[in-house]
């Protein structure tokens, strides 16, 4: 959903390359390949959840800005990941306006 949001968002101006994961483990391989200069994460995924993957992405040296996505966090794991992020994170229900802004709050360049 966000992938298809973003591409068609970008349509005219292809600033973007978004790429998709199927599973933080598939993440973190395209993470390690591709270095991308910002990573939208859900937190419940497959294989390695969201903590565990921003933990190993947060391991390696120039991390990438991360945003989490979550609609299932108690207290005190949304405590931890607004901490651990710098307060990136967006709560489901959210508007695909949202990750527009995510996008217009970096000065990226297309990898």
């Excluded at 390359?17 to 599973?23: F, G, Q, S, V, Y």
């Excluded at 966090?73 to 990136?88: A, K, M, R, S, T």
């Excluded at 994170?89 to 217009?104: A, G, R, S, T």
Aim: charged share 30%; with cysteine; net charge negative.
């Amino acid at each position: 959903m966000i992938k298809k949001y973003i591409e068609n968002f970008d349509e005219k101006d292809e600033k973007y390359e978004c790429i998709a994961a199927l599973n933080g483990e598939d993440g973190y391989q395209k993470y390690l390949f591709y270095k991308p200069q910002i990573i939208i994460t859900d937190i419940l995924m497959p294989k390695m959840n969201g903590m565990e993957f921003i933990e190993k992405v947060q391991e390696n040296e120039n991390a990438p800005v991360i945003w989490a996505i979550t609609g299932n966090c108690n207290q005190d794991q949304l405590e931890v990941l607004i901490d651990n992020l710098d307060g990136n994170v967006l709560l489901k229900p959210f508007e695909m306006v949202d990750i527009e802004f995510i996008l217009e709050k970096y000065e990226f360049s297309k990898i």
